[in-house]
């Protein structure tokens, strides 16, 4: 079991930043894949960032290059860091953990993801 809670949202400018923590509690945190996932009124839960147990990353092609993800196995937690924020980044932002599958790969698929946060609210406005 792990529990995880987000904290950092807030409401920003476009332009501006962000850093989003989630942190972490329960078993093997740091043999988990860890993921960052939004979701925008009236959209579909997507996937943003994922990090796996040696810190290897993926990246939603829309947030490429903007936000970076990463984390501190010492403090069990998970980070966003989002620069460059843009309207359609507002959302509400989840974070999700799941053991490593057999073969090692950490996706980016929400159903992949055995344990969520609560969530935390992101507005970016124009």
């Known amino acids: 079991q792990v529990q995880l809670v987000e904290s950092g949202g807030g409401s920003v400018q476009a332009g501006g930043s962000l850093r989003l923590s989630c942190a972490a509690s329960g078993d093997a945190y740091s043999s988990y894949c860890m993921g960052w996932f939004r979701q925008a009124p009236g959209k579909e839960r997507e996937g943003v960032a994922v990090i796996d147990t040696i810190g290897s990353t993926n990246y939603a092609e829309s947030v490429k290059g903007r936000f970076t993800v990463s984390k501190d196995n010492a403090k069990n937690t998970l980070y966003l860091q989002m620069n460059s924020l843009k309207p359609e980044d507002t959302a509400m932002y989840y974070c999700?953990?799941?053991?490593?599958?057999?073969?090692?790969?950490?996706?980016?698929?929400?159903?992949?993801?055995?344990?969520w946060g609560q969530g935390t609210q992101v507005t970016v406005s124009s």
């Open positions: 999700a953990a799941a053991p490593v599958p057999i073969g090692g790969y950490c996706s980016g698929r929400e159903a992949d993801y055995n344990y």
